[in-house]
């Protein structure tokens, strides 16, 4: 995986871990459920769309490989794997 082409899911992730430090933070702190519960889901929806970002980039990765007449990285069983791995 190359850092530069997943910068997108890198910022995603950065920002879920950010969010994710606040979650731990507002229970610890006795917060309201209500707010918890909609920080928590952002935080889910965040590295969802991440690993979305990871799976098509890999996707792309593999067409490519094709294309050039190279062996991919990964079959198409196995993205489709780690795309249900995802749902």
Not at 62 to 83: D, I, N, T, V, Y
């Amino acid at each position: 995986m190359n850092a530069t082409v997943l910068a997108d899911a890198l910022t995603r992730l950065r920002r879920a871990h950010g969010q994710l430090g606040a979650v731990v933070n507002m229970i610890e702190n006795g917060d309201e459920c209500e707010r918890v519960l909609i920080q928590l889901a952002a935080v889910s929806k965040a590295l969802d769309r991440a690993g979305f970002k990871i799976i098509s980039t890999g996707m792309r990765q593999c067409q490519a490989a094709r294309e050039r007449g190279e062996q991919p990285p990964l079959s198409e069983e196995q993205l489709e794997k780690l795309f249900l791995a995802l749902s």
